[in-house]
């Protein structure tokens, strides 16, 4: 067992006092997480959750489309928009989630503003995932142990090592990843984790040069492609694919109800050309790896299709309605 593991073991197992907890952590972001921190950090984690057991077959098919958080960018809920869509087009989309912490609205909070159930126990989740291609794992539901963290997390007025986890802690295990970071020298410590982890199927690790945990229409964004154990790295340039540049001004967000808005006019084919257009981006490339798509230019025609035929839209009524009835 590593030192970072060791740690790690006494944080979650409530054997450090508050204060000792704080100090490790702000120590940690301090010296700047190296991906072997977060790979031992992520193996603690997942060991302290409660999985989803779900089949063997569902979890290499399950795709998670998530962001680290703490970009700050005031943006609506664009990752957890795309987890929507792509359900809608025969993906298999295994949400893990909170509440907010770091911005107006969560992927919970948003889910919730659009009528969806989220309390639901592991079997109705499985049954979720199995009838809709969607399931939210809320994390505070799976992460018992984060009752102690979460409030040291929030006394310190930074981001710390939790944002990087998040994503790599799924309890489903999902195998196939659009993962976004805070910043641009996280994608290969972040992408180098996932193989650590066994977490390499497939797997796009990105960050735009604006600074969001996303794909960006303002500008460029760079990535690391994760497949099999191999890492090839690259920039996205939303104009290569004949996608008109937008200021980040144009997607920002509000509260959970606002953000709900901007979806529900995204499926309904009413949003801004600048809201469509960061969900198609985005979902392309979820696409791609989720291996719906030969490449990325057909990827983009499957995701506008989805919006355009309202199948996105039905499907967002037909997951509202299973979630409360199930």
Excluded: W
């Excluded at 490790?24 to 972001?29: A, K």
């Excluded at 982890?197 to 303002?218: H, K, Q, T, W, Y």
């Excluded at 004949?242 to 967000?253: N, Q, S, V, Y």
């Excluded at 490449?295 to 037909?318: T, V």
Aim: glycine share 8%.
């Amino acid at each position: 067992m590593t030192k970072t593991q060791e740690e790690f073991e006494k944080l979650f197992s409530n054997r450090l006092s508050t204060e000792e907890s704080r100090q490790f952590l702000i120590e940690l972001y301090k010296k700047g997480e190296t991906f072997d921190d977060i790979a031992d950090a992520s193996k603690v984690m997942r060991k302290y959750s409660i999985k989803l057991p779900i089949s063997e077959e569902l979890q290499e098919k399950a795709i998670d489309i998530v962001g680290t958080g703490g970009d700050k960018s005031g943006s609506f809920n664009i990752s957890t928009t795309v987890s929507l869509l792509l359900a809608s087009l025969g993906c298999v989309v295994a949400k893990h989630g909170n509440r907010s912490i770091t911005s107006n609205s969560g992927s919970a909070d948003l889910l919730e503003s659009l009528g969806i159930n989220l309390n639901l126990e592991p079997k109705k989740q499985i049954k979720m995932l199995e009838e809709t291609g969607f399931c939210f794992i809320f994390a505070m539901n799976h992460h018992p142990a984060m009752k102690h963290i979460m409030p040291i997390r929030k006394s310190i007025d930074h981001r710390t090592i939790f944002n990087l986890l998040g994503p790599l802690t799924n309890p489903a295990g999902a195998k196939k990843y659009l993962l976004g970071v805070f910043d641009p020298d996280y994608i290969t410590r972040m992408a180098k984790a996932l193989v650590a982890i066994d977490i390499n199927n497939r797997a796009f690790v990105v960050s735009s040069d604006d600074g969001m945990d996303e794909i960006s229409l303002a500008t460029t964004t760079k990535f690391a492609y994760v497949e099999s154990g191999t890492i090839s790295p690259g920039i996205i340039d939303p104009e290569f694919y004949g996608f008109k540049l937008a200021p980040k001004e144009a997607i920002l967000g509000g509260d959970a109800d606002d953000n709900a808005k901007i979806t529900r006019a995204i499926f309904d084919n009413r949003a801004t050309d600048a809201q469509r257009d960061i969900v198609l981006l985005n979902a392309g490339f979820a696409l791609f790896v989720d291996g719906k798509a030969r490449d990325i230019k057909e990827a983009f025609e499957i995701a506008r299709d989805g919006l355009e035929s309202g199948r996105a839209k039905e499907h967002l009524e037909f997951i509202t309605k299973v979630s409360n009835g199930i």
